[in-house]
């Protein structure tokens, strides 16, 4: 599913008005009308029910009042509050409430906060919100946020027009307050801001609605953005020959694990293994080995020496080096720790090996310590909120409220793909690429399952995917492998990395049955 920034619609509109000839009264007729259907679809036949509508300036209430119209003729006893002056109402909203303004259509203009508090929701079969479309970008004050916290307050269902008013459509947060949706019908395309947080949760149920944007303006407009779904899932996945074997199944070499995070290493080789890689290595401390060989006889060990401090260091960098042959790809960094010869260990690594590589975790922070060293062949980098702010020396809410454009920043200064993990994973592409991610849970929120994500990736670049590919597919499958873990336990809470890396072949099986 293609996504599309404010200002990204806004050309999609213009091209079709205004290069196709399509009255922009004609769209907005089509997203009232169908607004008005997917309502009846969910909530049931409005008829001698009462619904209340609240209508903002620009198109976004204009919608509203064509879906005032459209609920009249089915006998619904509508109620607009129209929020702005008659007179500010401009261009084919204009048009539409000069046509309500002729029906038997109550309709109040309210201009304070006062009058607001006076509407009674209590007895509405439904309400929609049509205060603010997606070209809000100032905070929701007044009378606005009354009727925000109005909405908020009713016990029926809230239908919010293209996004909830007060919602960024952007970056996904809330500017001031926000309406919290139980249905959003979304025009056009679905917008970045409603697959991320909190943004997610503010839509509801979200619909995207046909309003005959003709497919060419949307073919011709090159969007960047995507949703990863199952859709546009099953072709990453990775084939092989009825004849292939452990050898050409894609052998990774993982480096990781320090004292008291050995288990960091063990999710990661089980994510690679889970993923389909046919071999898996791991540099580990020597003083540690046996810990390894007896929890994961499924991977091998490269035991390192380590003058049983536990860590490995710059002292290990020639034979890390040497261990790189024959390999697919590198995981770097679960559980490896921040000592100051691990750090330049990680920096050498880094910039040194001319494989493919994961970069993860306790490398993320190595790495923070230095500017970013260049790198001789593809990185993938995998950090969760706090380890980006490190990464480029910021807050991790200033993370938090720029996922996108953060990440895109990054990946494009520095060459690499990121994988900015949380609710809403965020792949970026060193071309200007986005995917987000539409899979995943709460319950995922817990030590472990980032390592198990880097092995998964990995696992993938070993079989033959392009790093994109990769991330992709690898971000989208761990999500899964969550959400079929909640489906199978029926909890949110509680269950186990190791678990989640246990359900990877049975997701993979399944994507591979859609394609």
């Known amino acids: 599913m293609k996504l599309v920034t404010a200002e990204q619609m806004r050309n999609l509109?213009?091209?079709?008005?205004?290069?196709?000839?399509?009255?922009?009264?004609?769209?907005?007729?089509?997203?009232?009308?169908?607004?008005?259907?997917?309502?009846?679809?969910?909530?049931?036949?409005?008829?001698?029910?009462?619904?209340?509508?609240?209508?903002?300036?620009?198109?976004?209430?204009?919608?509203?009042?064509?879906?005032?119209?459209?609920?009249?003729?089915?006998?619904?006893?509508?109620?607009?509050f129209l929020l702005v002056e008659p007179e500010k109402i401009k261009g084919d909203a204009a048009v539409n409430l000069a046509i309500v303004r002729q029906l038997p259509i109550p309709l109040d203009i309210v201009s304070t906060e006062a009058q607001v508090k006076k509407i009674n929701l209590a007895n509405d079969f439904a309400a929609v919100d049509s205060l603010f479309g997606t070209g809000l970008k100032r905070e929701?004050?007044?009378?606005?946020?009354?009727?925000?916290?109005?909405?908020?307050?009713?016990?029926?269902?809230?239908?919010?027009?293209?996004?909830?008013?007060?919602?960024?459509?952007?970056?996904?947060?809330?500017?001031?307050c926000c309406v919290r949706a139980n249905l959003t019908m979304t025009y056009g395309l679905a917008k970045v801001g409603q697959f991320i947080h909190p943004g997610a949760e503010l839509c509801g149920r979200l619909e995207v609605v046909d309003i005959s944007i003709p497919p060419l303006v949307v073919d011709e407009a090159g969007l960047t953005t995507k949703l990863l779904d199952k859709e546009n899932m099953t072709g990453l996945l990775p084939t092989r020959s009825p004849a292939s074997h452990k050898g050409t199944n894609g052998h990774v070499l993982i480096i990781a694990g320090s004292a008291g995070k050995t288990g960091a290493a063990i999710l990661c080789a089980s994510g690679c293994l889970r993923s389909g890689s046919g071999?898996?290595?791991?540099?580990?401390?020597?003083?540690?080995?046996?810990?390894?060989?007896?929890?994961?006889?499924?991977?091998?060990?490269?035991?390192?020496?380590?003058?049983?401090?536990?860590?490995?260091?710059i002292d290990n960098l020639e034979m890390i080096l040497a261990a790189t042959q024959g390999?697919?790809?590198?995981?770097?960094?679960?559980?490896?720790?921040?000592?100051?010869?691990?750090?330049?260990l990680v920096q050498q690594l880094y910039k040194q090996i001319t494989l493919p590589m994961v970069v993860d975790a306790d490398a993320l922070n190595c790495l923070a310590e230095t500017q970013l060293p260049p790198h001789p062949a593809v990185r993938i980098l995998t950090p969760h909120p706090g380890e980006m702010a490190r990464l480029i020396s910021r807050s991790t809410k200033e993370i938090q409220t720029e996922r996108i454009g953060r990440a895109q920043d990054f990946a494009s200064r520095h060459q690499v793909f990121l994988v900015l993990k949380g609710a809403g994973t965020v792949i970026a592409n060193p071309d200007g690429k986005i995917a987000i991610n539409s899979t995943g849970n709460a319950g995922m929120g817990v030590g472990g399952t980032g390592d198990v994500l880097a092995g998964v990736i990995s696992g993938l670049l070993a079989q033959g995917l392009s790093p994109w590919q990769a991330a992709c597919l690898g971000v989208h499958?761990?999500?899964?492998?969550?959400?079929?873990?909640?489906?199978?336990?029926?909890?949110?809470?509680?269950?186990?990395a190791g678990e989640l890396a246990d359900e990877i072949p049975a997701v993979l099986q399944k994507l591979m049955a859609i394609k």
């Open 279 to 313: 071999l898996v290595s791991l540099c580990v401390p020597r003083s540690l080995n046996a810990i390894f060989e007896t929890v994961l006889p499924e991977a091998m060990t490269i035991p390192l020496e380590d003058q049983n401090k536990q860590i490995l260091t």
């Open 13 to 80: 509109d213009h091209q079709a008005i205004h290069g196709l000839g399509i009255p922009g009264i004609v769209l907005m007729e089509n997203a009232g009308r169908k607004t008005v259907e997917g309502l009846i679809r969910y909530y049931g036949n409005p008829e001698a029910q009462k619904i209340s509508i609240f209508v903002g300036p620009g198109n976004n209430g204009g919608d509203g009042l064509v879906m005032a119209r459209h609920l009249h003729q089915y006998g619904c006893l509508v109620r607009i």
């Open 140 to 176: 929701v004050t007044g009378h606005f946020a009354a009727a925000v916290e109005c909405l908020n307050r009713a016990d029926c269902p809230v239908v919010c027009v293209d996004i909830p008013s007060g919602l960024d459509s952007d970056s996904g947060q809330v500017l001031g």
């Open 477 to 496: 499958v761990h999500g899964l492998a969550g959400d079929k873990l909640i489906a199978r336990l029926g909890i949110e809470l509680g269950y186990l």
């Open 327 to 344: 390999k697919k790809a590198v995981i770097l960094g679960p559980g490896l720790g921040t000592d100051p010869g691990t750090v330049e």
